[in-house]
């Protein structure tokens, strides 16, 4: 069956450092892979889009890789700020089927 | 903006009641989504529509039911909520599948079961 893995464990981070979450997927091949951010109590936001033919994606102190052939999506926050504590969501999405979300890693900023 | 908008952000209910929760959007969606979200297991699947009248079973449907009358209008029905439907749940809608299938989420409704 499919299977969506992120860290479970909360990522503590000092402030500006780079804070890196990893999402690795089986079972299927994804055309691409999104990436939300929660808050507590919150529903997900959508942050960023990468599609299997890039391997690379930015947006501002945001990036995101995506290696098809290690099954895999990395999600980089740069010169990380408190306002980054949240939980972040990958959702890998293979053509024409649901959406499914992984589990989620919390990233806990200090100043 | 697109805006998804939960009828209630917190109910309480008695096990056997028969409880409804309301999502509407107003995006012209085509697509929308009904997730629970409990610790440890994240974001799973109950029920989605692509249209009007239209429903599709997701990865956890048993025990709800949903109803889509309207396209702006996804309602998640429980006919009879037991304990292990306690949990918070998320609609959300997205364009067609042709799109990207960003989903925009609304702020959750948190279910307790008595």
């Known amino acids: 069956s499919q299977k969506i893995e992120q860290n479970s464990e909360a990522l503590n981070i000092q402030e500006g450092k780079t804070a890196t979450l990893t999402c690795n997927y089986t079972?299927?091949?994804?055309?691409?892979l999104q990436w939300y951010r929660q808050d507590p109590g919150r529903g997900p936001v959508f942050l960023l889009l990468i599609r299997e033919n890039e391997k690379e994606k930015r947006k501002e102190r945001l990036k995101v890789t995506f290696d098809t052939t290690l099954k895999q999506s990395l999600f980089h926050i740069t010169a990380s700020q408190p306002a980054d504590s949240a939980t972040y969501l990958c959702?890998?999405?293979?053509?024409?089927?649901?959406?499914?979300f992984g589990g989620g890693t919390r990233v806990l900023v200090k100043p | 903006d697109v805006k998804v908008t939960q009828s209630s952000r917190y109910l309480v209910k008695r096990t056997g009641e028969k409880v409804f929760l309301e999502c509407v959007q107003d995006?012209?969606?085509?697509?929308m989504f009904w997730y629970r979200q409990d610790p440890g297991l994240g974001l799973r699947l109950i029920y989605f529509s692509y249209d009007v009248k239209m429903k599709e079973k997701g990865d956890i449907p048993e025990g709800y039911s949903v109803s889509r009358e309207k396209k702006e209008r996804f309602s998640l029905i429980l006919e009879s909520a037991s304990t292990n439907q306690t949990s918070m749940y998320l609609c959300?809608?997205?364009?067609?599948?042709?799109?990207?299938?960003?989903?925009?989420f609304g702020e959750g409704s948190r279910l307790t079961v008595l």
């Open positions: 079972n299927y091949s994804p055309a691409y």
């Open positions: 995006m012209d969606h085509e697509n």
């Open positions: 959300a809608s997205s364009l067609s599948q042709g799109a990207t299938g960003e989903l925009f």
């Open positions: 959702a890998p999405r293979a053509a024409g089927n649901k959406l499914t």
